[in-house]
């Protein structure tokens, strides 16, 4: 009981160490909501708001402010979860995203991310230079036109702007609480400016002060122009809501991530949205949609009997002639610029504006390339990394920013607010639709490593915030949010292809075991039946490189459809195995493109090696039904090739796969690098066009011997390939009905390119150099009966392997046969690419030289790969299902 005491203090002080450095980092926490807030308002704030208020009225203006907080709130919160489950370095949202989701959205997401904060440098920028442009035509000083005049203004700003950054930005920090004052003295003063009795001139302009009839008349909406419904308004507002994950971006340079960017965030938001809604309603309040800006049309000035209409009638003002020519240059719906004319004192709305564009625009440009040097450093798209390097003590990305400066300037070259700020809300509702998933992932996978101590978060909201963030995209510019999801798409499969050799502990991977598991589990009770079967295949190949025609083999009809399992039997007990050997073999599987799983085994003997593996190997229903062996070419030399097979005869299927170079798979000594980075090419990764598979058929062993030709024909090296099938018996023994049985059994897996031949061998006479190679093979084995004494029991128990005459006897029909069949083979398929031949069945009395010399002369002078196929007497073909 002492020790989880211990634990349990030990944690508790570490808690309140924590809790202490938070409090000691205050003011860390207040330049961070500084830095957030700053990023949140903008150019949206004082130059599209209020005309927001206008077309949508106060209502609906209210709901956009409101879902947007909704988005951003949720995002705060997942974020806040993400930044608070470790250790949050240089990145950003980039890094965030990856090591939680893992490369394959977070590379995406991270590349998208970085352009969105370079398209929103450009919109900051865009909007400083609306504002020089006015103050310009203000002094009749305009350069060219009104949209030339914006792109000369935001060019010679960006340029500006990288020179700044270039520098150095040692002062930024500094230069943050000075934009700062200088936004909040610009608010106070509209604030104050809307309480201000108004004089003849803004009358004039639109403002009438506090008034319930204005208030009623802009609660509801009035759509004006090409930009004039809902959701155009919508995605025009939302970037103001934006500038959320810019303190997350610079998260590797504060003292205390954990602790300010949860509070950071969520302060800001409330500040920020207060903000919007005492500005909207204030607008709302206090200025009407249209005004002439002429001080002549005042109904004081005038005759009394002249008639108009409209609410400026009862404000005392007849502005029908401007509103109904849609000439009015003023008001709510016509002046971007109306918070400087309500506000007490104009210059200060105008220094408001410089420093929200310019301190926005300042921080998209330096976030976009650190964002993006993270993504290069993780090597994980091509051709990119010439932007990651870094200079200088800071390790500044110079690089970086001449890329970013280049993709801003191309967008201010467009010169239209209204077009950038839909593209900019499609990247980052992007982003924030993958931030709020990433959260949901990571929670819902039940992963042991996702521990964040921010817990005032739900998994359901940030699904939620999810899923609204992907809809509002498409509501807003559906054409932005297909293109956006094809490229995200594009780079999400590049990296899926690449596989990048990178573990992040990811909720992916966490995902993929729970998937894995729960399809495991509920496999167990799915019922076996015919039309399921699939080849489960252990392959005793020893280190797989050492064999690859039997891993090429194997792999090519059990790919992507059936269990593969290569074993390695180690019968040396001073040889080490170590875990880089095995990782080492399975990088070289995954370079082949081999989809197996690979495991070691270590026994006295390849007998008790093979007998153990084939029982341990497996999962539940994932377990192999078929044992793959490479036929051993120094078969006289080892006796436990046969026992394998008798071991396990009842249980597996069996398959013999003779080729040069193929022997058993048995390891004593360890995997060297060298082996491991070639990749010999075999005989079964070429294409094989029109040859012949031939299936010498002799028995009927459930039709594993006709299924696997099969399925190598679905493969594109084999699906030219024709499938000939030779049915073997006696012409005068073979019954009809066998006949019969024989062809619909291969017809069950016929295609168009199978062909049967019926008794293709027969009593035939038999070349009598066969028999003598073959009594020669057997010749080492043989008992030596008069040495014996008559105790011929008691010599075979002291070597079983050796062959009596009884023995010889007892099999002799069968070889003839055997020798015979060996002939026709040759002759018949000369042109064959692959022969299958039903696998002899040894009785349990059959010593294993006698077995192998058996097998031996079956296969012995094919030119081609030979494969030797014994079922288990199960069906595996679905021609009798019902």
Same mark, same amino acid.
């Given at each position: ?352 504006? %410089?420093? #929200?564009? !310019? =301190?926005?625009? +300042?921080? $998209? &440009? ?9 993504? @290069? ?86 699904? %939620?915030? #999810?899923? !609204? =963030?992907?809809? +509002?995209? $498409? &509501? ?9 999801? @094809? ?97 080492? &073999? ?297």
């Amino acid at each position: 009981g002492v020790k989880p005491f211990l634990v349990g203090h030990y944690y508790t002080y570490q808690n309140i160490k924590e809790t202490h450095s938070c409090t000691t980092h205050v003011f860390a926490m207040t330049g961070f909501q500084i830095r957030v807030m700053l990023n949140i308002w903008g150019v949206i704030m004082y130059l599209r708001l209020p005309w927001i208020t206008s077309q949508a009225g106060l209502i609906l203006t209210y709901v956009i402010i409101f879902m947007s907080i909704i988005v951003t709130t949720i995002t705060a919160t997942s974020v806040s979860a993400i930044s608070t489950n470790g250790k949050v370095y240089s990145g950003g949202t980039y890094f965030m995203i990856s090591r939680s989701l893992g490369p394959e959205l977070g590379a995406p997401i991270g590349l998208l991310f970085a352009f969105a904060n370079a398209i929103a440098c450009a919109l900051h920028t865009v909007g400083f230079s609306e504002t020089v442009r006015d103050l310009l035509k203000d002094f009749k000083s305009q350069m060219v036109d009104d949209v030339n005049d914006v792109r000369i203004i935001g060019a010679i700003t960006v340029v500006v702007l990288l020179c700044i950054t270039f520098a150095g930005m040692a002062w930024e920090a500094k230069a943050q609480i000075l934009f700062f004052i200088a936004i909040m003295l610009s608010l106070i003063n509209y604030f104050v400016g809307t309480v201000i009795p108004p004089n003849t001139e803004k009358e004039s302009v639109g403002f009438f002060g506090y008034r319930g009839d204005i208030f009623v008349e802009n609660l509801l909406p009035s759509y004006r122009g090409p930009n004039g419904y809902f959701f155009r308004l919508f995605a025009i507002f939302f970037p103001a809501a934006t500038g959320i994950l810019s303190g997350v971006n610079i998260c590797g340079d504060l003292k205390d991530p954990t602790g300010g960017i949860p509070k950071g965030t969520l302060l800001a938001i409330l500040w920020t949205t207060l903000s919007y809604l005492l500005i909207s309603v204030t607008c709302a309040a206090t200025v009407v949609r249209d005004a002439s800006g002429n001080v002549n049309d005042s109904l004081a000035l005038k005759n009394f009997t002249t008639q108009c209409s409209g609410l400026g009638c009862k404000l005392g003002w007849n502005f029908d002639r401007c509103e109904q020519n849609h000439t009015c240059s003023h008001g709510l719906a016509n002046n971007l610029r109306i918070l400087t004319t309500v506000s007490g004192w104009g210059i200060l709305i105008t220094i408001g504006v %410089f420093a #929200a564009t !310019l =301190s926005s625009a +300042l921080g $998209f &440009l330096v976030s976009a390339p650190k964002i993006f040097q993270c993504l @290069c450093k993780d090597n994980i798209y091509p051709y990119i990394g010439f932007f990651g390097k870094g200079y200088g003590k800071n390790n500044e990305p110079l690089r970086g920013y001449c890329l970013m400066f280049c993709i801003a300037m191309a967008f201010i070259l467009i010169g239209d607010l209204n077009t950038i700020v839909p593209l900019i809300s499609n990247f980052f509702l992007c982003s924030y639709g993958l931030i709020n998933f990433s959260t949901f992932h990571a929670s819902i996978t039940k992963s042991p490593g996702w521990r964040p101590e921010y817990h005032y978060y739900s998994p359901w909201m940030s699904l %939620f915030g #999810a899923i !609204l =963030s992907f809809l +509002l995209m $498409f &509501l807003f510019t559906w054409w932005a949010a297909l293109i956006t999801f @094809c490229i995200m798409l594009f780079l999400l499969g590049y990296v899926s292809y690449t596989k990048p050799k990178i573990n992040w502990g990811s909720s992916h991977q966490a995902g993929f075991y729970n998937m894995a598991l729960s399809f495991s589990m509920s496999l167990t009770g799915v019922e076996d039946h015919v039309k399921n079967f699939r080849p489960q295949c252990l392959v005793l190949t020893g280190p797989p490189n050492v064999r690859p025609a039997l891993v090429d083999f194997v792999g090519t009809f059990t790919k992507n459809i059936s269990l593969m399992i290569c074993g390695n039997i180690i019968m040396d007990e001073k040889s080490s195995f170590p875990q880089h050997s095995t990782d080492m &073999l399975v990088d070289w599987l995954n370079q082949r493109k081999v989809r197996s799983f690979y495991t070691s085994f270590t026994a006295d003997s390849l007998k008790e090696g093979a007998h153990d593996l084939m029982q341990a190997s497996g999962l539940g229903k994932l377990k192999p039904n078929t044992l793959v062996l490479g036929y051993k070419m120094n078969w006289q030399e080892s006796a436990a090739f046969v026992h394998i097979y008798q071991n396990q005869k009842e249980f597996y299927c069996q398959v013999f796969l003779h080729t040069k170079g193929i022997c058993l798979g048995v390891s004593t000594e360890n995997i060297s690098d060298d082996g491991l980075d070639e990749q010999v090419r075999s005989v079964f990764q070429t294409k094989q066009g029109r040859k012949s598979i031939d299936i010498y058929w002799i028995s009927d062993d459930g039709g594993l011997t006709l299924l696997v030709p099969y399925l190598l024909t679905r493969r594109n090296r084999w699906k030219k390939s024709k499938l000939r099938v030779f049915i073997l018996g006696d012409q005068e023994t073979m019954k009809e009905d066998r006949k019969e049985n024989g062809h619909k059994h291969a017809h069950g897996h016929a295609n168009k390119n199978m062909q049967v031949f019926s008794n293709c061998c027969g009593f035939l006479p038999l070349c009598s150099c066969s028999l003598q190679r073959y009594e020669e093979s057997i010749a080492p084995f043989r008992l030596c009966e008069e040495q014996a004494g008559g105790d011929v029991q008691e010599l075979k128990r002291l070597s079983p392997w050796k062959v009596s005459d009884k023995d010889l006897e007892a099999i002799k029909p069968k070889v003839c046969r055997t020798l015979r069949l060996n002939e026709i083979i040759k002759k018949n398929s000369i042109h064959a690419a692959l022969v299958v031949i039903s696998l002899p069945v040894p009785e349990v009395t059959c010593p294993s030289s006698l077995y192998m010399s058996w097998l031996d002369a079956l296969s012995y002078g094919i030119h081609c790969p030979a494969l030797l196929i014994r079922g288990n007497q199960e069906n595996v073909m679905t021609f009798y299902c019902q």
